[in-house]
């Protein structure tokens, strides 16, 4: 295959990842308006992490990788607090009722979690 056909075939996937992540925004952004509380406040690490996404590829279409690279670290800090967020929720939720064996599940996924994400965010050059 060419170069020419190859630009072709990665503008096509491109305007479709554009799509998905417009329309995964607006149907987070109607869930995250017409809820209230607690179930708004669940949705709220998606929504901020479609945003991000969204304007990522956005920006890497319009060939902007600087102002791109920023919404990629808006991205994995906003995946990151959600990450942390959840996994401390589920350490405080099986420490005050006494569910040792599910605290043990949990602390299995942290020790993945980290191993997942320290190439990911922490990397040495």
């Known amino acids: 295959m060419n170069n020419q056909g190859y630009?072709?075939?990665k503008k096509v996937v491109s305007i479709e990842r554009?799509?998905?992540?417009?329309m995964v925004v607006v149907i987070l952004l109607i869930a995250f308006i017409q809820n209230e509380g607690k179930p708004r406040l669940m949705v709220l690490p998606f929504?901020?992490?479609g945003i991000a996404n969204f304007f990522e590829m956005l920006f890497y279409y319009l060939k902007k990788e600087k102002i791109a690279k920023v919404f990629n670290y808006i991205?994995?800090?906003s995946f990151l607090i959600f990450i942390v967020g959840f996994l401390g929720f589920f350490?405080?939720?099986a420490i005050v009722n006494k569910e040792y064996?599910?605290?043990?599940?949990?602390?299995?996924?942290?020790?993945i979690t980290y191993l997942m994400l320290k190439?990911?965010?922490?990397k040495r050059k």
């Open 7 to 9: 630009e072709k075939i």
């Open 18 to 22: 554009l799509i998905v992540g417009f």
């Open 47 to 49: 929504l901020i992490c």
């Open 75 to 77: 991205f994995k800090i």
């Open 91 to 93: 350490i405080y939720y």
């Open 101 to 111: 064996p599910f605290l043990i599940m949990i602390l299995v996924f942290v020790l």
């Open 119 to 122: 190439d990911k965010f922490f």
